[in-house]
C-alpha cells in the first residue's frame, strides 16, 4: 500500500467508481492530472476525486488525502492509473482525477461517499 492510500478499497467499491467517473466524462464534468486535480480542490469545487494507487513515484499524491480532508472532499482509490485514464477517455494513465460536475451519476456517487465512509471508522 502507498504513503497516501488511507484504507483498502474492495474490487466492487472501484468498479463503481469507475463507472462513475465513465458517467462524470459523459455527462459531467471532470479534471485530470495532480495539479489540476489540486487546484479544484483547493478552490472548493471538486465533488469527489479519485487516485491510483498504482502511482510511482507516491510523493505525487502524497498530500491529496489531507488536502481532501482539510476541504470536506470525497476521495475514492482505484487499482490502476491506466484504467483511471481509460475511464476518463484519456489513451494516457492518469494518477488522479476530480469531479466537478457528477451528471448522471449522482445516485452512484452517493452509494460510493456511504460506503467510503463505512470504510474510514
Given at each position: ?6 484504507y483498502?478499497?474492495?474490487k ?7 463507472n462513475l ?11 485530470k492530472?495532480s ?21 510511482d ?5 502524497a498530500h491529496?488525502?489531507?488536502?481532501c480532508?482539510?476541504?470536506k472532499?470525497?476521495?475514492?482509490y ?27 451519476g449522482?445516485?452512484?456517487y ?12
Amino acid at each position: 500500500m502507498s504513503i497516501y492510500v488511507k484504507y483498502d478499497t474492495p474490487k466492487e467499491l472501484s468498479d463503481k467508481t469507475y463507472n462513475l467517473v465513465e458517467a462524470a466524462r459523459d455527462t459531467g464534468k471532470i479534471k485530470k492530472g495532480s495539479n489540476e486535480v489540486t487546484k479544484v480542490v483547493e478552490r472548493g469545487d471538486a465533488a469527489i476525486v479519485v487516485m491510483a494507487a498504482d502511482v510511482d513515484p507516491p510523493e505525487i499524491l502524497a498530500h491529496m488525502p489531507l488536502l481532501c480532508e482539510e476541504r470536506k472532499v470525497a476521495y475514492a482509490y482505484v487499482p490502476s492509473k491506466a484504467e483511471l485514464g481509460n475511464a476518463t477517455g484519456l489513451e494516457k494513465p492518469t494518477a488522479s482525477i476530480a469531479i466537478t460536475d457528477l451528471g448522471k451519476g449522482k445516485p452512484l456517487y452517493d452509494e460510493i461517499v456511504k460506503a467510503i465512509a463505512a470504510l474510514n471508522k
